[in-house]
């Protein structure tokens, strides 16, 4: 894997962190419509991060078991 794969994967997992938190922010000052859309992107950030590292996953071990 190179590095540029392994720095997107990161890049996927930080936006939905960021999205989270300001997320959170927004309910804290209690816009909660803004709060939800943001919830929603986290959600959706956060399943293609964990998609995007599962696929690195499986190719890293068919790459090892060659």
């Known amino acids: ?3 540029s794969t392994h ?3 990161a890049e ?3 936006l939905a962190s960021h999205a989270h938190a300001t997320a959170a922010e927004a309910h804290g000052k209690g816009d909660h419509r803004t709060a939800h859309e943001l919830s929603r992107q986290a959600m959706e950030h956060s399943q293609n991060a964990h ?3 599962y696929q690195l996953a499986v190719e890293s071990e068919e790459h090892a078991t060659k």
Do not use: F, G, P
């Open 1 to 3: 894997m190179t590095q």
């Open 7 to 9: 720095n997107r994967a």
């Open 51 to 53: 998609q995007y590292s």
């Open 12 to 14: 996927l997992h930080n």
